[in-house]
Protein backbone atom coordinates (compact mmCIF):
# COMPACT_ATOMS: atom_id res chain seq x y z
CA UNK A 1 0.00 0.00 0.00
CA UNK A 2 1.11 3.54 -0.93
CA UNK A 3 2.10 6.00 2.05
CA UNK A 4 1.96 9.81 2.28
CA UNK A 5 -0.59 11.84 0.77
CA UNK A 6 -1.77 15.86 0.84
CA UNK A 7 -2.16 17.82 3.97
CA UNK A 8 -3.23 21.55 3.49
CA UNK A 9 -2.83 24.06 6.44
CA UNK A 10 -4.62 27.19 6.02
CA UNK A 11 -6.26 30.31 7.99
CA UNK A 12 -5.49 33.72 8.95
CA UNK A 13 -2.20 35.19 9.38
CA UNK A 14 -1.27 34.89 13.06
CA UNK A 15 -3.00 31.91 13.99
CA UNK A 16 -0.19 29.32 13.94
CA UNK A 17 -0.05 27.58 10.72
CA UNK A 18 3.93 28.40 10.27
CA UNK A 19 4.60 26.86 14.01
CA UNK A 20 2.34 23.84 12.93
CA UNK A 21 4.19 23.27 9.45
CA UNK A 22 7.64 23.27 11.10
CA UNK A 23 6.45 21.12 14.06
CA UNK A 24 5.53 18.55 11.19
CA UNK A 25 8.70 18.92 9.78
CA UNK A 26 10.96 18.10 12.26
CA UNK A 27 8.71 15.29 13.58
CA UNK A 28 6.97 13.43 10.14
CA UNK A 29 9.22 11.24 8.28
CA UNK A 30 9.51 11.37 4.87
CA UNK A 31 7.34 14.68 4.77
CA UNK A 32 7.74 17.59 1.91
CA UNK A 33 6.63 21.08 2.76
CA UNK A 34 5.48 22.51 -0.25
CA UNK A 35 7.58 26.36 -1.05
CA UNK A 36 5.56 28.55 -2.74
CA UNK A 37 6.75 30.71 -5.97
CA UNK A 38 6.41 34.16 -5.79
CA UNK A 39 7.64 37.72 -7.75
CA UNK A 40 7.55 39.49 -4.82
CA UNK A 41 11.07 40.61 -3.32
CA UNK A 42 13.02 38.82 -0.63
CA UNK A 43 12.98 40.19 2.52
CA UNK A 44 15.36 40.21 4.81
CA UNK A 45 16.87 36.71 5.66
CA UNK A 46 14.82 35.25 2.86
CA UNK A 47 16.82 32.53 0.93
CA UNK A 48 15.60 31.61 -2.83
CA UNK A 49 14.60 27.82 -2.72
CA UNK A 50 14.83 27.77 1.39
CA UNK A 51 11.87 30.07 2.22
CA UNK A 52 10.38 30.67 -1.49
CA UNK A 53 11.15 30.64 -4.56
CA UNK A 54 11.71 34.14 -6.11
CA UNK A 55 10.81 34.79 -10.01
CA UNK A 56 10.31 37.43 -12.47
CA UNK A 57 6.79 38.58 -13.60
CA UNK A 58 7.29 37.61 -16.76
CA UNK A 59 7.80 33.86 -16.15
CA UNK A 60 5.40 33.49 -13.08
CA UNK A 61 2.86 34.66 -16.00
CA UNK A 62 4.55 32.29 -18.72
CA UNK A 63 4.00 29.74 -15.89
CA UNK A 64 0.84 29.80 -15.44
CA UNK A 65 -0.23 29.92 -19.60
CA UNK A 66 2.05 26.95 -20.13
CA UNK A 67 -0.38 25.43 -16.52
CA UNK A 68 2.84 24.78 -14.82
CA UNK A 69 1.22 25.91 -11.03
CA UNK A 70 -1.31 23.60 -9.17
CA UNK A 71 -2.54 26.79 -7.86
CA UNK A 72 -1.88 30.83 -8.06
CA UNK A 73 -3.11 34.05 -6.83
CA UNK A 74 -2.55 37.36 -7.30
CA UNK A 75 -2.19 39.49 -3.88
CA UNK A 76 -1.40 43.12 -3.58
CA UNK A 77 0.28 43.30 -6.80
CA UNK A 78 2.42 40.32 -6.31
CA UNK A 79 2.06 36.58 -7.91
CA UNK A 80 2.24 33.81 -5.38
CA UNK A 81 1.97 30.15 -6.37
CA UNK A 82 2.72 26.37 -6.08
CA UNK A 83 4.90 24.86 -8.90
CA UNK A 84 3.51 21.50 -9.91
CA UNK A 85 6.14 19.23 -10.95
CA UNK A 86 8.18 19.06 -7.55
CA UNK A 87 4.47 17.63 -5.94
CA UNK A 88 4.01 15.46 -8.60
CA UNK A 89 7.51 14.26 -7.72
CA UNK A 90 7.23 14.24 -3.68
CA UNK A 91 3.94 12.06 -4.35
CA UNK A 92 5.65 9.59 -6.67
CA UNK A 93 8.18 9.47 -3.53
CA UNK A 94 5.14 8.26 -1.25
CA UNK A 95 5.88 11.13 0.91
CA UNK A 96 3.22 13.38 2.77
CA UNK A 97 3.17 16.91 0.99
CA UNK A 98 1.88 19.70 3.54
CA UNK A 99 0.99 23.45 2.22
CA UNK A 100 0.46 26.36 3.88
CA UNK A 101 -2.23 28.40 1.74
CA UNK A 102 -4.38 30.88 1.57
CA UNK A 103 -8.48 29.52 1.57
CA UNK A 104 -8.24 30.22 -2.37
CA UNK A 105 -4.95 27.90 -3.05
CA UNK A 106 -6.70 25.35 -0.56
CA UNK A 107 -9.72 25.14 -2.99
CA UNK A 108 -7.58 25.07 -6.18
CA UNK A 109 -5.48 22.28 -4.47
CA UNK A 110 -9.07 20.38 -3.35
CA UNK A 111 -9.90 20.31 -6.93
CA UNK A 112 -7.41 18.91 -8.54
CA UNK A 113 -6.13 16.45 -5.55
CA UNK A 114 -9.48 14.87 -4.46
CA UNK A 115 -8.22 12.59 -2.15
CA UNK A 116 -6.59 15.93 -0.08
CA UNK A 117 -7.01 16.62 3.57
CA UNK A 118 -7.28 20.07 4.96
CA UNK A 119 -7.02 21.84 7.94
CA UNK A 120 -8.50 25.78 9.14
CA UNK A 121 -6.38 26.81 11.46
CA UNK A 122 -7.79 29.49 13.71
CA UNK A 123 -7.65 31.32 17.18
CA UNK A 124 -10.53 31.06 19.58
CA UNK A 125 -11.66 34.49 18.90
CA UNK A 126 -10.96 37.64 17.04
CA UNK A 127 -9.44 39.40 19.81
CA UNK A 128 -6.89 36.92 20.21
CA UNK A 129 -6.02 36.96 16.89
CA UNK A 130 -5.37 40.81 16.65
CA UNK A 131 -3.40 40.40 19.82
CA UNK A 132 -0.64 37.63 18.18
CA UNK A 133 -0.59 40.08 15.30
CA UNK A 134 0.52 43.27 17.44
CA UNK A 135 2.45 40.83 19.61
CA UNK A 136 4.38 40.07 16.62
CA UNK A 137 5.69 43.65 16.00
CA UNK A 138 6.51 43.34 11.95
CA UNK A 139 3.43 44.80 11.09
CA UNK A 140 2.38 48.36 10.92
CA UNK A 141 -1.38 49.17 12.74
CA UNK A 142 -2.45 49.43 8.71
CA UNK A 143 -1.72 46.32 8.08
CA UNK A 144 -2.70 44.31 11.55
CA UNK A 145 -6.37 45.88 9.82
CA UNK A 146 -5.71 44.79 6.22
CA UNK A 147 -4.62 40.97 7.80
CA UNK A 148 -7.70 41.04 10.23
CA UNK A 149 -10.16 41.99 7.46
CA UNK A 150 -9.20 39.05 5.38
CA UNK A 151 -9.34 36.78 8.64
CA UNK A 152 -12.84 38.08 8.26
CA UNK A 153 -13.46 36.48 5.30
CA UNK A 154 -11.40 33.49 5.50
CA UNK A 155 -13.30 32.36 8.38
CA UNK A 156 -16.15 32.21 6.05
CA UNK A 157 -14.98 28.58 4.40
CA UNK A 158 -13.95 26.93 7.20
CA UNK A 159 -17.03 24.14 6.26
CA UNK A 160 -15.08 23.42 3.07
CA UNK A 161 -12.35 21.77 5.47
CA UNK A 162 -11.79 18.56 6.57
CA UNK A 163 -10.87 19.89 10.15
CA UNK A 164 -11.12 23.08 12.32
CA UNK A 165 -8.23 23.08 14.67
CA UNK A 166 -8.64 25.69 17.17
CA UNK A 167 -5.11 27.33 18.39
CA UNK A 168 -6.13 28.19 21.70
CA UNK A 169 -2.54 26.91 22.75
CA UNK A 170 -0.04 25.71 20.87
CA UNK A 171 1.86 22.53 22.37
CA UNK A 172 -1.87 21.09 21.98
CA UNK A 173 -2.21 22.33 18.46
CA UNK A 174 1.47 20.69 18.17
CA UNK A 175 -0.46 17.21 18.97
CA UNK A 176 -3.50 17.58 17.14
CA UNK A 177 -1.92 18.46 14.18
CA UNK A 178 0.71 15.47 14.09
CA UNK A 179 -2.20 13.15 15.09
CA UNK A 180 -4.05 14.13 11.71
CA UNK A 181 -1.26 13.48 9.51
CA UNK A 182 -0.32 10.30 10.94
CA UNK A 183 -3.99 8.79 10.17
CA UNK A 184 -2.92 10.34 6.59
CA UNK A 185 -1.61 6.90 5.10
CA UNK A 186 -4.94 5.16 6.50
CA UNK A 187 -7.77 7.13 4.86
CA UNK A 188 -9.95 5.19 2.57
CA UNK A 189 -9.64 6.24 -1.37
CA UNK A 190 -10.11 4.71 -4.88
CA UNK A 191 -5.79 4.41 -5.63
CA UNK A 192 -5.54 2.46 -2.88
CA UNK A 193 -8.27 0.38 -2.41
CA UNK A 194 -7.36 -0.86 -6.25
CA UNK A 195 -3.83 -1.58 -4.75
CA UNK A 196 -4.81 -3.44 -1.77
CA UNK A 197 -7.60 -5.56 -4.06
CA UNK A 198 -4.77 -6.22 -6.38
CA UNK A 199 -2.32 -7.25 -3.68
CA UNK A 200 -5.05 -9.30 -1.75
CA UNK A 201 -5.54 -11.90 -5.00
CA UNK A 202 -1.96 -12.11 -5.55
CA UNK A 203 -1.24 -15.91 -5.09
CA UNK A 204 1.46 -16.19 -2.80
CA UNK A 205 1.52 -20.12 -2.35
Aim: charged share 30%; with cysteine.
Amino acid sequence: MKHGGILILSGPSGAGKSTLCKHLQENIKNIYFSISTTTRRPRDGEEDGRHYYFVSKDDFVKGIKENKFLEWAQVHNNYYGTALTPIKKALEDEKLVIFDVDVQGHKQIKDYYKNARSVFVITKNRTILKDRLCLRQTDSEEVISLRLKHADEEVKYIDEFDYLLINDEIEAAKEIIICIAKTLPYTQNTENSKQFYQEWNQDFS
